[in-house]
């Protein structure tokens, strides 16, 4: 008999002993829309019921009978065969993430797109796109068109860089709606901001060269000047526009060259311009200092599965001011670092390298004391690209980790054992092989 491995793990698997050959069956496929044999209500579900007679797929909606196809192709082996089983499923976590810093260096559409592919295999239903940092700005705006000029020409190692037109990212938002994406921007403020001060210099105290470094915590907007609070509006503007998706992403995180009262006033004013665009304004969990958030602010949280200093506060911050949360604690799920020692692309500086049992075994109830399961929003595998530049180099430092974090906010609650999820993750590597699809 052949096993049944399914990455994220399903709520519920029954198998049904034979095999048949997926091509036999593909003729019989029978979809049906909203879900009526389990009487289940859960968003994204679905039934996969595969037998000598047939493939059945009930799903709750769109996303879910795409992921009882994302199933199906998992489950058709190297051999075209697949075995008969009935899987009940749904996710643990409606915002299931990945983000791409596309800052540090750029991707182009194609690249994005192709990330995209990857992490739908996985069930994941959000992309975050880091679309600013220190090195580069990659949104065009009509209203501040020098930000994709100097402000665009460089990444990390000096020149290069690059940017999305208005175009580039309708296409991009629309290829991950395809594939039940959301598309979360984040223009990272008010630090992280040397390439939109370079641009600008009025943004900015003293005017900045272009930068092509990796070092954090050194520009800030200028918190006193009325023009920044109009550039923030008007970018802020023009990304909702442009953006169908419910989040904006206002960064905050590592401000390190703004006193603590400027931050605040800033993550006020700023949360508060963004709210006023009528999205849901998303912030690294520093902006939970403010307690003068928009209402229903969602904080993301970064630090280690034991929080540092400060870290567990400013995140309940959010809760306390009618927000949730997203996790996404360095120590476990920050891909873009290091397996081990020896790995030569990816940083290392979140308590050192991030093997392969450590991305998996961590519990996401238990990062944030006094963070209950309903605060939860989902998590959030980043992936930081100061060393990385191809989606080549993406993939090879994204999977098999970034499948540790599908299954985490997929599946259902129980204690993590690598060796349990070792067999499956096999599965879905030698999946990747058939898909062309690098990793570790
Ligand atoms: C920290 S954690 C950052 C990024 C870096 C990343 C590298 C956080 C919100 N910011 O600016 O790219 O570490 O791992």
Redesign the pocket.
Known sequence: MMGVNVVPQPVSVVEGGGTSLAEDLEASVQVRLPSRASGSEHPESYRLDISADGIRIEAADDAGAFYARQTLAQLTGADGRVPHVSIEDYPRFAYRGAML?VA?HFFPVAAVKRYIDDIALLKLNHLHLHLT?DQGWRLQLESWPELTGLGASTQVGGGGGGFYTADDYREIVEYAASRFVTIVPEFDMPG?TNAAIAAYPELGDAPVEPYGGIE?GFSSLAIRSERTYEFVADALRELAALTPGPYLHLGG??SLATTDEDFRYFIARATAIGAATGKTVIG?HEMGRSRELSPGTIGQY?SYTTPQEGAAEHTLSFVEQGGRVILSP?DVI?I??KYDESTELG?A?ANGPTSIPQSYEWEPAEVVPGLTEGDILGIEAPM?T?TLSSIEEVEVMAFPRLASAAELAWSPRVPRVFAEFEPRLAAFTRYLDRLGIGHR
């Open positions: 810093d540090r940092d992280h954090v995180d590592e690294w970064w360095a920050y873009d670092h940083l500086w930081w100061e």
